[in-house]
């Protein structure tokens, strides 16, 4: 995965997070290394913060989209 790539799955994830929906489906290109094989991966999303700045909302989801990508073995 690109660096290109991860900001804009980061992004889209935060997104995705800020519009408090439940999961994400990640599109993996063939031989991204995934350790389960699959093409396409769901990934459950945390809640969104709820109170606060628009600025600390989006903090939090950029925070947590970046915990997801890490977690990830691309």
Do not use: C
């Not at 290109?4 to 063939?30: C, G, L, M, P, W």
């Amino acid at each position: 995965m690109t660096l290109q790539d991860r900001i804009e799955h980061t992004n889209a994830i935060a997104d995705a997070i800020q519009r408090n929906e439940k999961s994400y489906d990640f599109e993996a290109v063939s031989g991204s290394g995934l350790a389960w094989g699959a093409d396409t991966i769901s990934i459950e999303l945390p809640t969104p913060q709820i109170v606060g700045t628009m600025v600390q909302r989006r903090s939090y989801a950029m925070s947590k989209a970046m915990d997801i990508l890490n977690t990830l073995s691309l």
